[in-house]
């Protein structure tokens, strides 16, 4: 019995499990990135194909240290029974809800959006998202940011920044000018 007591007058320290939503319509994917720091283990991703694209449909893809999961094919709407009340084809589908499980979900995944239309994919736009791990104590109140940190700071290190591209396609393209420019000749020199 003090057994009982006892763990009822622990606290217990957690987070409200939360679902963030991300959006494709034909103008793209919002947000492609889901912010850092916006979910934890356990918090669910709802994808929701909203592009009215005749004939399109969206394959989502998650991926995290050699993990891939799939979405089914999502549509932009589900054809109903008269009544509006259930779905004619049961395989049909406008939302893929993932949940990042309490256990192992924490780290960078990488998102793919996959936009196909009449079967045949037309568009490709990739994201990412980082869980952070959801610690029940007292002595882990804040969120721990050395996950994502690193994983950022390793990946600035490897890609140049945008600077520095568009800096080189504004140099290659003057350089592409100055080249095939014609060259005005003297009148004097005939």
């Known amino acids: 019995m003090a057994l009982v007591i006892l763990m009822f007058m622990a ?14 319509n034909s103008s793209g994917v ?31 893809k998650l991926e995290k240290d050699g993990l891939m999961l799939q979405s089914p094919e999502l549509q932009y709407e589900c054809e109903l029974n008269e009544n509006q009340t ?22 960078h995944w990488e ?21 952070q791990q959801d610690i029940h104590d007292e002595t882990h109140d804040e969120i721990d940011d050395t996950i994502c940190e690193a994983i950022e700071s390793k990946m600035s290190a490897t890609e140049p ?10 140099i290659f393209f003057v350089g592409a000018m100055v080249m095939f420019l014609p060259t005005k000749q003297n009148p004097s020199s005939k």
């Not at 606290?11 to 494709?24: A, C, D, F, I």
């Not at 720091?37 to 449909?57: I, L, P, Y």
Request: net charge negative; glycine share 6%; with cysteine.
């Open 11 to 24: 606290p217990v320290s957690g987070h409200e499990l939360k679902e963030y939503t991300v959006m494709v």
């Open 111 to 131: 998102i793919t959006f996959m936009k196909y239309v009449n079967g045949d994919l037309t568009e490709t736009i990739s994201g990412s998202v980082c869980i």
């Open 86 to 107: 259930e779905k004619l084809d049961e395989s049909c589908e406008t939302r893929f809800d993932f949940t990042f499980n309490q256990r192992g979900a924490a780290g």
């Open 161 to 170: 920044s945008s600077q520095s591209v568009i800096v080189a396609a504004i």
């Open 30 to 60: 919002y947000p492609a990135d889901i912010p850092d720091n916006s979910m934890k283990e356990g918090d669910s991703a709802w994808f929701w194909m909203k592009d009215s694209t005749e004939n399109a449909t969206l394959i989502v």
